[in-house]
């Protein structure tokens, strides 16, 4: 990993011990990972246009569904709901909602995927954290080069493509931290706001919600 520069971004994800950084250049040109990690199948997509990064479990579906239609393997669509890209399986074409990991169309219908937490992080930060982690090639292992970044900060001044009613606490590419509290509670965490909270010394109480 020495070629990726330590301030530059990375998504992480750890699975039974195992830990692995994908680049966050490399993901803004494939927008999707299939992988496995910890013993685990895993699917990650990337929406570069809403920026949220979230992996699923592939290898727990019903054994119905595997015996049937063989292990998923996620792809990208051109498709969108609210400026969120839509995600499919290659064997059935079963649409999905990369947001949800919930499959809207085709023989996956009403099928959810578990999630598995993802951590945006800095490079430099991950590897402290998990000295033995493993991080995507510089090629990509297929051979070819990335720009950094390869967007070109085609968002910078908001979305290119409609979202429809916008809850207006937060300019709409504010970034946020998505959590599920143990009791299933689905809660945004303002990342600037939280930063500069934890820098004063203080915590976030995720009881103290608007």
């Known amino acids: 990993g020495d070629w990726y520069p330590d301030e530059a971004l990375v998504f992480g994800v750890e699975i039974n011990g195992e830990a692995r950084a994908y680049p966050k250049n490399i993901m803004e040109v494939h927008e999707m990972v299939n992988d496995s990690l910890g013993g685990r199948d895993i699917a990650m997509p990337y929406c570069t246009l809403c920026g949220a990064a979230q992996a699923y479990f592939t290898d727990d579906l019903p054994d119905d569904l595997l015996a049937e239609h063989g292990r998923p393997i996620l792809?990208?669509?051109?498709?969108?709901?609210?400026?969120?890209?839509?995600?499919?399986e290659l064997g059935t074409m079963s649409l999905g909602d990369t947001f949800l990991g919930v499959a809207?169309?085709?023989p996956l219908q009403g099928t959810t995927f578990e999630q598995v937490s993802v951590v945006t992080s800095t490079w430099g930060a991950w590897k402290a954290a998990h000295p033995d982690t493993t991080i995507v090639a510089e090629d990509g292992g297929i051979g070819r080069g990335y720009f950094s970044?390869?967007?070109?900060?085609?968002?910078?001044?908001?979305?290119?493509?409609?979202?429809?009613n916008v809850d207006e606490r937060l300019a709409v590419q504010e970034p946020v931290l998505g959590v599920e509290t143990g009791e299933g509670r689905i809660v945004a965490v303002h990342v600037a706001s939280a930063r500069a909270t934890l820098f004063d010394g203080g915590s976030i109480e995720i009881d103290n919600l608007t």
Request: glycine share 16%; charged share 20%; no cysteine.
């Open 149 to 164: 970044p390869p967007l070109q900060g085609r968002a910078d001044d908001g979305p290119i493509f409609p979202i429809g």
């Open 104 to 106: 809207t169309s085709g």
């Open 75 to 88: 792809r990208t669509s051109g498709l969108l709901i609210r400026s969120n890209k839509m995600m499919f």
